[in-house]
C-alpha cells in the first residue's frame, strides 16, 4: 500500500440507470469526490474519472461506461496505464446477498455472482484486490434479480441511503489511509 490508488464504483451508465440499486458504486464515489473537490471531468479508457488526494494519497476515481456486464473492459487498462498494485484497487458495488445497509470490505474473494466483478476478474486475470459490497438486500418473493438491481431504491430505502454513502466514504478513506485490515475492523457493519 501507497502507491497511486485506483477507486472503481461499478454501475451503468445514462440517466435511466442513475437512481438504480445496481448503481450504488457510482453513487458512492459521487458522494467521495463531492467531499473530496474532485470531479468527473474526463474520459479515460472507457471510464469518467477524476484525479486527486484523498487521505494523503495520489487518487484515481473511476466509473466505468461500458455497462456493468463488461466493467473489466474500462477498469484493466486503468490498472495498466496508472501502475496500479492489486492491493491500491479497491471496486465499490452492490451486493444482493448483503442485507440492505450491510457494508462488507474484504482483501479478496471471488464475484460472488456478479457480473461486472466476474467482468473486472476476468480482465485482470486475478481476484486478489480489494472489494467493498454495500447490501442492497433481496428481491421480494418470485422477482426477477435482475428487475430488482435495475429499480430505483424504494422510499424507506433513500431515507438512509445519505448515511449509508456517508459511511462507505469513511470506509474508503479509512482504506485509504489505514488500509484494508484495518478498515475491515472498524467498517463491517450493518445499517440497520
Do not use: C, W
Not at 463531492?34 to 484525479?51: D, I, K, P, W, Y
Amino acid at each position: 500500500m501507497g502507491g497511486k490508488a485506483l477507486i472503481v464504483g461499478l454501475g451503468n451508465p445514462g440517466r435511466r440507470y442513475a437512481g438504480n440499486r445496481h448503481n450504488v458504486g457510482f453513487q458512492v464515489l459521487d458522494r467521495l469526490a463531492g467531499a473530496h473537490g474532485l470531479a468527473f471531468t474526463r474520459r479515460q479508457s472507457n471510464a469518467l474519472v477524476a484525479t486527486g488526494e484523498i487521505a494523503g494519497r495520489a487518487v484515481v476515481l473511476a466509473k466505468p461506461q461500458t455497462y456493468m456486464n463488461d466493467s473489466g473492459r474500462a477498469v484493466a487498462p486503468l490498472v495498466r496505464f496508472y501502475q496500479v498494485e492489486p492491493g491500491d484497487l479497491l471496486v465499490v458495488y452492490d451486493d444482493l446477498d448483503l442485507p440492505f445497509g450491510t457494508l462488507r470490505l474484504r482483501p479478496e474473494g471471488g464475484a460472488g455472482g456478479h457480473h461486472g466483478m466476474e467482468s473486472i476478474i476476468a480482465a485482470l486475470s486475478r481476484q486478489d484486490f480489494p472489494r467493498l459490497r454495500i447490501g442492497i438486500g433481496r428481491p421480494p418473493g418470485r422477482m426477477d434479480p435482475i428487475a430488482y438491481v435495475l429499480q430505483d431504491f424504494d422510499r424507506q430505502e433513500q431515507e438512509f441511503l445519505p448515511e449509508l454513502y456517508d459511511r462507505a466514504v469513511a470506509a474508503i478513506e479509512s482504506f485509504l489511509s489505514e488500509g484494508v485490515v484495518l478498515t475491515m475492523s472498524r467498517h463491517n457493519l450493518s445499517l440497520i
